[in-house]
T-cell receptor, first 117, second 114 residues
């Protein structure tokens, strides 16, 4: 168990550019979540995958945001035409869910800090 | 709708003193409750969780929390603070049927003085 990993850890981009982040969950975990955390705030839910299916998207996830989880393994979060307001820490978490095996615990990665200049 | 309120964005204690971080929740269905800790430039680490078993929950690093349904509270305590406890602490709620997504409070920054 190597934990949840995220890449890159830091990203600086200019306004209007596209960026893509990657999350590798704990290998046996079927649930994957993306959260966004701005300075001085708690994380806010963005989207949820169960295996490869994206089952819920927050209203925070505008049309410029898209997330995928091909084959139910790693996930990517893409932001198109970045804006300064997108500057935040993007956190990925995974868990094992469903049935009697649901531990309810989410394990978080170290996050990707995005700065839009 | 579910929500979490953490009273006190900053708490300062002396080393060896009691730590009390307050969390109140709002939920229309039985909640699952969590405390996470975040050190600078790191992700979140689970301290403890309440998932409808014992109401007094013990976690890592000597922390514990008590679920009080009548008060809709889940306060975090530690009898004796250590310097290494200085961090940001987040209370969160989730519920079955909501894909267990976490709804976080705004966080409480704990400072520990020698």
């Amino acid at each position: 168990d190597t934990g949840v990993s995220q890449d890159p850890r830091h990203k600086i981009t200019k306004r209007g550019q596209n960026v893509t982040f990657r999350c590798d969950p704990i290998s046996e975990h079927n649930r994957l979540y993306w959260y966004r955390q701005t300075l001085g705030q708690g994380p806010e839910f963005l989207t949820y995958f169960q295996n490869e299916a994206q089952l819920e998207k927050s209203r925070l996830l505008s049309d410029r945001f898209s997330a995928e989880r091909p084959k139910g393994s790693f996930s990517t979060l893409e932001i198109q035409r970045t804006e300064q307001g997108d500057s935040a820490m993007y956190l990925c978490a995974s868990s094992l869910g469903g049935g009697q095996g649901d531990s309810y615990e989410q394990y978080f990665g170290p996050g990707t800090r995005l700065t839009v200049t | 709708a579910q929500s979490v309120t953490q009273l006190g964005s900053h708490v300062s204690v002396s080393e060896g003193a009691l730590v009390l971080l307050r969390c109140n929740y709002s939920s229309s269905v039985p909640p699952y409750l969590f405390w996470y800790v975040q050190y600078p430039n790191q992700g979140l680490q689970l301290l403890l969780k309440y998932t409808s078993a014992a109401t007094l929950v013990k976690g890592i690093n000597g922390f514990e929390a008590e679920f009080k349904k009548s008060e809709t509270s889940f306060h975090l305590t530690k009898p004796s603070a250590h310097m290494r406890d200085a961090a940001e602490y987040f209370c969160a709620v989730s519920f079955s049927g909501g894909y267990n997504k976490l709804i976080f409070g705004a966080g409480t920054r704990l400072a520990v003085h020698p």
